[in-house]
């Protein structure tokens, strides 16, 4: 069993910072990319941000230079840190990895994801 777990979404004003996390864990082989995901209702599910095992980044050009997304490989997490948060960004925000199990499979996991609410 694999599981991602996101934390740290919350109700900040705007021009406010957040940094979200998701843990992975589990029987876990290798993780090759994590993502960042939002989605309000009634709007397309939008990839925020992703990062490879090798540490390349890109953005959505709605965030870019605003989030910054990053990993630490020991404690199988990844982070997304986000400023100058703008009530637009108000989505709950998804933790998504490609990784092979200890089963042998590769595939998509995702988190249960988490609220993030940008207001004054």
């Known amino acids: 069993q694999v599981q991602l777990v996101e934390s740290g979404g919350g109700l900040v004003q705007p021009g406010g910072s957040l940094r979200l996390s998701c843990a992975a864990s589990g029987s876990i082989f290798s993780i090759y990319v994590m993502r960042w995901h939002r989605q309000a209702p009634g709007k397309q599910r939008e990839m925020v941000a992703r990062?490879?095992?090798?540490?390349?980044?890109n953005y959505a050009d709605s965030v870019k230079g605003r989030f910054t997304i990053s990993r630490d490989n020991s404690k199988n997490t990844v982070y997304l840190r986000m400023n100058s948060l703008k009530p637009e960004d108000t989505d709950v925000y998804y933790c998504n990895a490609d990784l092979r199990s200890q089963r042998g499979v590769r595939d998509d996991y995702w988190g249960q994801g988490t609220q993030v609410t940008v207001s004054s």
């Open positions: 990062i490879t095992s090798g540490g390349s980044t």
